[in-house]
């Protein structure tokens, strides 16, 4: 619960009479369709004078040099052990929880610890070449999750602002992990740098920018853009409806050959089924499992349709493999039409909690899966490669910064490979798609957690016709990245600005004169109960000051227990991640 709960409507579950809720209008559900925008937004005034002490992630000393000139800094390296080369020079291993912990620590006692962490990706990144791709994550992704894992840890100091500076797709995905890490612990300000010109750009300007940002106030801005020497804020903008009859044909050919990633999971079949029910295609469905039960049923529904089904048993993160499914494919039908990637897998759990296997798992299918399918099929003649992404990308989700992360990665990925396809370097159109949560097919989450989504957001599960006609919307359009959203538009509107929501419920006087201190011991009892149930734990065992990841709380418990603070106190209040302690009435 969120210091600052509001008292008279915890009082209610207590016992306490309040009037009855303000009844709302019903609005119908529909699909709205929004888009990233980079909205030019120069910074308020000019930096003045740089914070510090500042902790700086980088492989290459150009930039601490620049920046030591001006205040203090410590620069940390990446190498294979814990050494303090320098009082304010420091190697070690960056993916390693335990090694930031030690420097942490060092650095509190000597009264240094870090106001600013300054991540920079200075290395460059060719996405053709595996081993640079390890690297980035290696020194992106992973990094950044055992700094915050070490962070977490520290109870004595408030979070450090986190600032990611980086010029690749990889680079800029740390948005979406930014965006996930200030929904599990809002006491983080982090944002995430774009330097589209950063190899025009001169050491002293780079580092004016970083300056400049870094003594920013604001507090909202996540992902930030610089471009031809101007400032771009990313911000999600509501997009006209297209207007159907009147857009531009869609690029599906009749009998065309379409080759689906995931294409035995929900999603997959979703579309392999109206590819085959509208367009008789021939279909390669690309799947790492083998086939499961039930599998010749929904075969034989493809064949119904007329379309012929090939199913390739395949790893795509793994480059070799992504070659032989388009041999196989090619062997069979002699050309492939188009592409869509759905593949993708969650591994859902706190940061605090996140284990390297598990994001690895979300990054195969996703990452190096978007990557090998596109190299493997760029001497083919594409009319179109579609990425199958999550709202998670643009939003975060509490549980999912991996996710949320390796599907940044696939809006940032297709924004590339436009650039490419614009100077002739990779064929047909390209296209990512961000979906919600589907009603059928998809990854899904609990009826109580439906419920919870769509009280806090106005978005509601999303129904297959509504999915496919949003999927033909944007093949008519001209957007490389669309971003679904079906359920009621004024809520997801208020949610996207984040407007602030007008109490629900008027307060009689009856509970004007409460007592605190009996009102903490039944807040502090309810609270208990209900993460006792959750948990399967005694009540009576639950310390209040414990950590919730301590018991073992979950993103699904999560939104169980949200649930239930909504049905019994009809009040919403976000479980953000539990940054600190159990905190109920401070």
């Known amino acids: 619960i969120e210091q600052g709960a509001p008292t008279l409507a915890i009082a209610q579950g207590a016992g306490i009479e309040v009037a009855a809720p303000v009844r709302e209008s019903v609005e119908e559900k529909q699909r709205t369709h929004y888009a990233v925008r980079?909205?030019?937004?120069?910074?308020?005034?000019?930096?003045?004078?740089?914070?510090?002490?500042?902790?700086?992630?980088?492989?290459?000393?150009?930039?601490?040099?620049?920046?030591?000139?001006?205040?203090?800094?410590?620069?940390?390296?990446?190498?294979?052990?814990?050494?303090?080369?320098?009082?304010?020079?420091?190697?070690?291993?960056?993916?390693?929880?335990?090694?930031?912990?030690?420097?942490?620590?060092?650095?509190?006692?000597?009264?240094?610890?870090?106001?600013?962490?300054?991540?920079?990706?200075?290395?460059?990144?060719?996405?053709?070449?595996?081993?640079?791709?390890?690297?980035?994550?290696?020194?992106?992704?992973y990094t950044l999750v055992a700094l915050c894992k070490a962070l977490a840890q520290e109870t004595r100091q408030a979070p450090p602002k986190i600032i990611s500076v980086g010029a690749t797709p990889l680079a800029s995905a740390i948005g979406g992990f930014f965006r996930t890490l200030v929904l599990e612990d809002p006491r983080y300000v982090a944002k995430s740098i774009d330097l589209q010109d950063a190899d025009g750009l001169s050491l002293a300007e780079k580092y004016t920018i970083i300056r400049d940002e870094i003594c920013d106030a604001e507090r909202s801005t996540q992902e930030i853009r610089y471009q031809n020497g101007e400032r771009f804020v990313s911000a999600l903008v509501r997009q006209h409806e297209p207007a159907g009859e009147t857009q531009t044909p869609?690029?599906?050919?009749?009998?065309?050959?379409?080759?689906?990633?995931?294409?035995?999971?929900?999603?997959?079949?979703?579309?392999?089924?109206?590819?085959?029910?509208?367009?008789q295609a021939k279909l390669v469905l690309v799947g790492r499992s083998a086939a499961g039960p039930g599998r010749e049923e929904k075969l034989n529904t493809l064949t119904s349709h007329g379309a012929e089904v090939l199913c390739i048993q395949a790893d795509v993160s793994k480059p070799e493999e992504m070659e032989r499914v388009v041999r196989e494919a090619k062997a069979r039908f002699s050309q492939i039409n188009g592409v869509i990637h759905a593949a993708g897998v969650n591994r859902d759990a706190f940061i605090l909690r996140k284990t390297r296997e598990e994001m690895e798992a979300v990054l195969a299918a996703k990452v190096y899966g978007a990557i090998n399918a596109d190299l493997a099929t760029r001497d083919e003649n594409l009319d179109l490669f579609v990425l199958f992404s999550s709202v998670a990308g643009v939003m975060g989700n509490v549980g999912q910064s991996d996710y949320a992360y390796a599907n940044h990665f696939l809006d940032s990925f297709a924004e590339r490979r436009d650039g490419l396809q614009k100077t002739q370097q990779r064929p047909g159109?390209?296209?990512?798609?961000?979906?919600?949560?589907?009603?059928?097919?998809?990854?899904?989450?609990?009826?109580?957690?439906?419920?919870?989504?769509?009280?806090?957001?106005?978005?509601?599960?999303?129904?297959?016709?509504?999915?496919?006609?949003?999927?033909?919307?944007?093949?008519?359009?001209?957007e490389v990245q669309g971003v679904a959203l079906y359920g009621t538009a004024s809520r997801i509107a208020a949610f996207i600005s984040e407007a602030p929501r007008q109490s629900r419920r008027t307060v009689s006087t009856v509970g004007q004169a409460i007592d605190s201190t009996a009102l903490l011991a039944k807040t502090d009892a309810y609270v208990k109960a209900l993460i006792g149930k959750e948990t399967g734990l005694d009540p009576d065992r639950i310390d209040s000051s414990e950590r919730l990841e301590s018991f073992g709380v979950d993103s699904v418990m999560i939104a169980h227990v949200n649930a239930r603070l909504e049905q019994d106190l009809g009040i919403f209040k976000e479980l953000k991640g539990f940054p600190a302690t159990i905190r109920f009435l401070d």
Not at 91 to 105: H, I, N, R, Y
Not at 256 to 272: E, S
Request: glycine share 10%; charged share 20%.
């Open 429 to 478: 159109r390209t296209l990512s798609i961000d979906w919600p949560l589907w009603a059928e097919g998809g990854m899904g989450i609990p009826q109580d957690g439906v419920a919870l989504l769509e009280r806090r957001t106005g978005m509601s599960p999303l129904p297959v016709q509504d999915g496919i006609q949003y999927w033909e919307d944007f093949l008519r359009s001209d």
């Open 250 to 279: 869609l690029p599906l050919k009749q009998n065309g050959v379409y080759l689906i990633t995931g294409g035995m999971g929900g999603l997959g079949l979703i579309f392999a089924e109206y590819l085959a029910k509208n367009y």
């Open 38 to 141: 980079w909205m030019s937004k120069p910074l308020a005034t000019a930096a003045q004078e740089r914070v510090g002490p500042i902790l700086l992630l980088d492989a290459s000393e150009q930039l601490f040099l620049k920046m030591k000139e001006d205040g203090p800094v410590i620069w940390v390296k990446p190498g294979a052990t814990f050494e303090e080369i320098e009082p304010t020079v420091y190697s070690m291993d960056w993916q390693q929880e335990e090694q930031f912990g030690q420097l942490l620590a060092g650095l509190e006692q000597k009264a240094s610890f870090p106001a600013v962490v300054l991540h920079h990706a200075s290395e460059p990144c060719n996405l053709e070449v595996g081993e640079e791709v390890t690297r980035e994550l290696d020194r992106g992704l």
